[in-house]
C-alpha cells in the first residue's frame, strides 16, 4: 500500500510542479505551446488551465475549440495516468463529445471530479481481463465562473497480457 502512495504522490509532484513542463516537451509538445498548466491533482479530482492568448484563439477572437479539447481530455486523462501507474495497463480515447455554451475570452479552468469513476474502470478491467469503458466528465470555467464548455470523453482501459519469453 505504502508504494502505492509513493508511486500517486510521485505523479502529483510531476504534474503539478516545474517538471510538467518537460513532460509537455517530452509527450504533448501542443500542449506545452498551448500553455496548458496543472494547478490542482489528486485522486479525485483534475484542474487543468489553459490560458486565452495569440497561440490559442480562432478568426472570431475566442478559443480555439480544439485547445479546449486539449485541455479537457488532460484532465481526464492525468486521472487515468494517476489510477493506472504500475498496472501495465492500455488506455485509450475511444469518443468525446462536447457542447459550447459561451465564446472563451480568458483563461479556462477544466475541472474533472471522476477520478472514483476512473478508479472503479480499473479495477473491473483488472479483474475481469475484459476492456472496460469509462465516460468521464470535464466542464470548463472562464474567470468569471461562467461555464464555456463540457466535454464527455471515453476512455477504453485494458490490462496488457503478459508476454512469456
Not at 504500475?86 to 485509450?92: A, C, F, R, T
Not at 481481463?129 to 468521464?136: I, L, N, P, R, T
Request: hydrophobic share 45%; glycine share 4%.
Amino acid at each position: 500500500m505504502k508504494n502505492k502512495e509513493i508511486g500517486i504522490n510521485k505523479i502529483i509532484r510531476i504534474f503539478t510542479t516545474w517538471r510538467f513542463v518537460f513532460f509537455l516537451l517530452w509527450k504533448l509538445p501542443m500542449g506545452f505551446l498551448a500553455r496548458l498548466r496543472v494547478p490542482v491533482l489528486d485522486t479525485e479530482k483534475a484542474n487543468v488551465t489553459v490560458p486565452y492568448n495569440y497561440w490559442n484563439k480562432n478568426p472570431f477572437m475566442s478559443m480555439y475549440f480544439a485547445v479546449q479539447a486539449m485541455a479537457a481530455e488532460l484532465s481526464t486523462g492525468v486521472l487515468a495516468i494517476l489510477h493506472t501507474d504500475g498496472k501495465n495497463m492500455s488506455i485509450l480515447v475511444t469518443s468525446l463529445k462536447s457542447d459550447y455554451y459561451k465564446k472563451a475570452t480568458t483563461k479556462v479552468n477544466f475541472i474533472c471530479l471522476d477520478g472514483d469513476k476512473i478508479l472503479t474502470a480499473v479495477e473491473e478491467a483488472i479483474e475481469t481481463g475484459e476492456a472496460q469503458k469509462c465516460v468521464m466528465n470535464s466542464k470548463g470555467y472562464d474567470l468569471h465562473g461562467v461555464c464555456v464548455s463540457e466535454f464527455q470523453i471515453t476512455w477504453s482501459l485494458k490490462q496488457r497480457r503478459l508476454v512469456k519469453k
